[in-house]
């Protein structure tokens, strides 16, 4: 590879800086979150609490809202500013209940024909038990599949920690604005170095290697349009922040408007129908061997005297088949 | 280095590729007698992991299976590397497993009705979701609406696969939309949910089934345990995350022993029939297909135009 590291793994100090930079903005407690946000660009701001099936989670937002007298629906995570307030809010990570109350103002949203504007910021859905038992995953799928064929237009914004499903589950829309220190990811930075590479410590390595700023994100197609943040990040001039990221937004409500619904349901589906790499094999060749070969057979004959002989891998606990499957070949999953 | 092969490498009396130690109850089990019942301890019921070959040749009728896309196959967008090139990682699961991905579809009859299949198989890379999987349910979901039959995900996954980062993420998206459309056309669609499946593909496909079935005592949930009990530093409950603790919470309709589900599935299956299938069998009088034929106004949404824009 021409771009490849001096070492696997390592990426160069000044990607790792940069990289690293914009995840500590992303997650600077100061930075502004969704409340602070439509206080500074919005008017007549109301909020509305509760999935009316279990509680209100304080970890997500929703409501109505007007921007330069649009009216909008607008559900978005929210961090707190100081220890007291994040605790409330659980630093942002959202129960089931807290997708379902976003689920419900959606629905109300194409009742009344009001597009919809999410904010989102969080390092991830909460992952404890109480969130499990309620159906975190269910909550994620559902609300990302009603999102997908909401009839009125969806605006997404990346403030701040665009963590995983937790985030996507607000995500998915007609188009996806991101702040310039926003990041967007598919697991944590420390959660894929601990898996990846053993250690969180990797974790500046995994923020390089997952591509997750705003502007890595527009080279994939995942992000639209990226808004320049003042100073040294939006925590430096939130008055200012909001100022440039209203009419990024208002822009957009009016772009979409424009649109039949039914067109704009078709380019949602496309625009999320293309997203994914893949090639398509050779035809040539055997590509599927019914049995492993001589040689294959071999390599895994020494691979397990090499744990026998006390390699760096842990041995086996049981003796291990040569076609063993309950144990994965490689600790991809996350 | 003194290689030694190790032929007998525990004390040699079971030697491990005839005999597999089940992990639930100890017992040694003879692996062809293991494979002849499915995988599934005849001791203690304890369900092994399946292959996707042996999958199909369970659930469906004998030579029905008609697999397509099989020639789809992984890339390298980001040029991923941590201790290994990601490119490195793909060519040894393909080794290992003889597979291109870590998923199959195609079509297929279970007790004479004919479904939209799709496996995935967790010996390729843990069973992660990439462009390629996500491409595969998308197009099995895409194919079911087309020719308006049921479609049976077979979900076996860690969750999404980090070396395509947010690509892999939008897998999520891309799935749940061709999901939801399923639902809003009314073709039915059955989620059975294998050891493990987290993350990802929980929190997609996997969860969003008209009726989610799972193999007992499978590893289900969004978050993995260790990442659970780290965050709230407490222990967890028995049970947790399993199969039977889904059930309990009401997000699985059924957990279904191995050896039953084929069954299971075709009673299923005569219940959940395409809306537009018993509306046009009714009005055909019997001839349900050419009914079906004649009348599809939505049809165009699934056609082969939108299918193009997935291989730009």
């Known amino acids: ?334 | 280095m003194p290689i030694k092969l190790p032929f007998r490498p525990r004390g040699g009396e079971f030697p491990p590729d005839l005999w597999t130690r089940c992990p639930s109850c100890g017992d040694m089990l003879y692996n062809k007698q293991l494979e002849k019942n499915l995988r599934v301890c005849p001791k203690c019921g304890h369900h092994f992991r399946l292959r996707v070959d042996a999958r199909l040749a369970h659930l469906l009728d004998e030579g029905s299976f008609e697999e397509r896309d099989a020639d789809l196959e992984s890339v390298d967008p980001l040029a991923f590397v941590d201790q290994k090139p990601y490119p490195e990682r793909l060519a040894a699961a393909k080794v290992t497993t003889g597979l291109r991905d870590a998923a199959l579809w195609g079509t297929g009859r279970i007790a004479g009705q004919r479904v939209a299949l799709c496996v995935m198989d967790f010996a390729f890379m843990g069973g992660s979701m990439g462009s390629v999987v996500g491409e595969k349910v998308t197009r099995a979901a895409e194919h079911a609406l087309d020719e308006r039959i049921p479609l049976i995900v077979v979900s076996a996954s860690g969750g999404a696969r980090m070396q395509e980062g947010t690509l892999a993420l939008m897998q999520l998206a891309k799935t749940c939309a061709a999901i939801a459309r399923l639902a809003e056309e009314g073709v039915p669609y059955v989620s059975v949910m294998t050891d493990p499946t987290t993350g990802g593909v929980f929190a997609s496909y996997a969860a969003l089934g008209d009726v989610n079935l799972a193999e007992p005592n499978a590893l289900i949930g969004f978050a993995g345990a260790r990442v659970a009990a780290g965050t709230i530093a407490e222990s967890l409950p028995p049970g947790f995350q399993r199969a039977e603790f889904l059930l309990e919470h009401g997000f699985v309709d059924q957990v279904v022993p191995r050896h039953e589900l084929r069954d299971r599935l075709a009673l299923l299956l005569g219940y959940l029939r395409p809306a537009e299938e018993r509306v046009g069998a009714r009005a055909a009088a019997g001839d349900g297909v050419s009914g079906l034929g004649g009348f599809n106004p939505l049809g165009f949404l699934a056609g082969g135009g939108e299918r193009e824009t997935g291989r730009g």
């Open chain 1, 1 to 334: 590879m021409a771009d490849a590291p001096t070492a696997p793994g390592a990426a160069t100090l000044d990607a790792r800086a940069h990289a690293w930079e914009r995840v500590r903005h992303a997650r600077d407690v100061k930075r502004p979150h969704t409340l602070e946000l439509l206080r500074l660009m919005a008017t007549d701001v109301v909020e509305l609490h509760g999935d009316r099936l279990f509680r209100d989670d304080p970890a997500i937002v929703a409501g109505f809202a007007r921007l330069d007298g649009r009216p909008i629906v607008f559900v978005g995570q929210q961090k707190g500013a100081e220890t007291e307030e994040n605790i409330r809010r659980n630093f942002g990570m959202p129960h089931p209940e807290g997708y379902r109350k976003g689920m419900r103002l959606f629905a109300l949203a194409e009742r009344l024909g009001i597009p919809v504007v999410t904010f989102v910021d969080t390092p991830g859905a909460f992952p404890g038990p109480a969130s499990e038992e309620r159906g975190v995953a269910e909550s994620i799928a559902r609300s990302i599949a009603m999102l997908t064929r909401l009839r009125v237009p969806v605006v997404v914004v990346i403030t701040g920690e665009g963590g995983s499903g937790g985030a996507l589950a607000l995500a998915a829309g007609d188009v996806v604005i991101a702040l310039e220190n926003a990041i967007y990811s598919v697991i944590s930075p420390e959660g894929c170095a601990s898996i990846l590479w053993r250690t969180a410590d990797a974790a500046q390595e995994a923020a390089v290697a997952m591509r997750l700023t705003a502007g890595e994100q527009v080279a994939l197609g995942i992000v639209d349009e990226v808004v320049p943040e003042p100073g040294a990040g939006a925590q430096d001039d939130p008055a200012e922040t909001a100022r440039r990221l209203k009419p990024a937004i208002v822009a957009q409500l009016d772009r979409l408007a424009g649109f039949e619904i039914d067109e704009l349901l078709d380019a949602r589906y496309a625009r999320y129908r293309a997203m994914g790499a893949f090639a398509t094999a050779q035809p040539t060749g055997a590509p599927r061997p019914e049995r492993p070969g001589i040689a294959e057979r071999l390599r895994t004959l020494f691979e397990i005297g090499r744990i026998t002989l006390g390699g760096p891998e842990p041995a086996p606990l049981r003796p291990q088949a040569a076609d063993e499957t309950d144990e994965p070949p490689l600790r991809e999953e996350i």
